[in-house]
């Protein structure tokens, strides 16, 4: 069954997509940054299903099981339930999964929720295919777009959901792209009735549009046998080979990290957390001073949750402008806030500290997972996972 998911990593690589299907464990490990952006997406998928209440979900009880899927669709289409979620069609052992699929007023349209901003190629590729297989299977499609979040929406009070979401039509696009997916699936097809794995050299499809799941597969070996600089992208993608302990980490600038610092620590939640602010905005949360040789921190500042963005925002000057400059700011996110904000502070940037970025990362995946889920960020709730994060970072900091 060729699922979108290998359709698209055949458009990217027809060995990935060899070994996506036939190979399937010997994918590398997701991150935890790609692991926060799967839950994001689903998060947001089901917010999507607001602006279309009172829909099925078609999904079977049994992750993987196509047959059901399929047969539950089915048979909500022949029950004329207009409103669809995960609808999925099948077409000549090609599938599709459409977030919701509709059928109102006799005019049937497809759409596909995506958490992001912007529309990607891959994304247009993405309702390219499910749109042929819906065709191809014989059901009735009128129109297709794709749902995205609409990055000028401000929160004001209970999240809007019919202005948080913007709607971008493909319906004139589908007559035009479907005779290209059609020999697509056909080359597709063709790669995975081959006895062996594709011979296709590493290179730039590697990491473009996205960063491949087979990277330690292909590039383990030419990265061991010519760790030289003959080796295309290896310095462009030294943090990606790095994270999969393909090749050594970079030395970084911590030697200068100083004994007594200062960061901010942010959400940049795909929901609005604060009046006034839109999805994605950093919003500061806690400012932090930390001393690695007393292993001692204080929180200098928390956020106040019932305040719009730009309290927030002077009441974070007026606590900076209070600190003694005799600390330094660590990382590049919080010097940015001090001018950005024309705080006029003396503080020095005085190294980008992989550790306290990291801390920062992990800190603000946490928050923003719960963010996400629409459940409240209160000051006890911060000060314990900051408490609990900070035990292991001073330790992390010491040794
Ligand atoms: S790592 Fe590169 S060559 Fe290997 S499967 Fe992925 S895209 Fe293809």
């Known amino acids: 069954m060729i699922s979108k998911s290998a359709f698209i990593r055949g458009i990217q690589c027809q060995k990935a997509l060899f070994l996506y299907k036939n190979y399937y464990n010997l994918r590398d490990k997701p ?23 009172n829909g099925v979900d078609c999904s079977p009880k049994k992750a993987g099981d196509t047959k059901t899927w399929v047969k539950n669709t089915q048979l909500q289409i022949s029950n004329e339930n207009p409103i669809l979620y995960e609808a999925a069609f099948e077409f000549n052992g090609s599938m599709a999964a459409m977030d919701i699929y509709t059928k109102i007023d006799g005019f049937c349209q497809a759409y596909e929720v995506k958490s992001s901003l912007k529309i990607s190629p891959v994304f247009e590729i993405d309702l390219a295919f499910q749109t042929y297989i819906i065709k191809q299977s014989g059901h009735q499609l009128d129109g297709a777009g794709i749902i995205t979040v609409n990055g000028d929406y401000q929160k004001n009070g209970e999240i809007d959901w019919q202005q948080y979401f913007q709607f971008s039509d493909y319906s004139d696009h589908l007559k035009l792209w479907h005779p290209w997916i059609e020999e697509q699936i056909a080359i597709a097809e063709n790669t995975l009735s081959q006895g062996s794995i594709p011979k296709i050299g590493i290179g730039k499809q590697c990491f473009e549009p996205y960063s491949c799941d087979f990277i330690k597969f292909c590039w383990k070996k030419p990265l061991a046998e010519h760790w030289s600089n003959t080796i295309p992208f290896k310095t462009t993608h030294h943090h990606l080979f790095a ?11 911590e030697i200068n990290t100083p004994n007594e610092f200062f960061f901010m620590l942010f959400a940049a939640p795909a929901i609005p957390m604060l009046n006034g602010c839109k999805p994605y905005q950093k919003t500061p949360l806690a400012m932090l001073q930390v001393n690695i040789l007393l292993q001692k921190h204080q929180i200098v500042w928390i956020i106040d949750e019932e305040l719009d963005n730009e309290s927030l925002l002077n009441q974070c000057k007026r606590t900076l402008q209070n600190i003694k400059s005799t600390v330094e700011v660590v990382d590049q996110i919080t010097h940015q806030f001090i001018e950005n904000n024309t705080i006029d502070l003396k503080f020095n940037l005085q190294a980008s500290c992989e550790k306290v970025m990291e801390f920062q990362s992990e800190f603000r995946i946490s928050v923003d997972n719960e963010i996400n889920s629409l459940k409240t960020i209160n000051n006890n709730y911060l000060t314990a996972l900051i408490e609990e994060m900070m035990r292991k970072f001073i330790v992390k900091m010491h040794n």
């Open 31 to 53: 991150s935890v940054e790609q692991l926060a952006k799967f839950k994001r997406g689903t998060q947001v998928g089901v917010y999507a299903q607001l602006l279309f209440p």
């Open 243 to 253: 994270e999969k302990g393909l090749v050594p980490n970079l030395k970084t600038e």
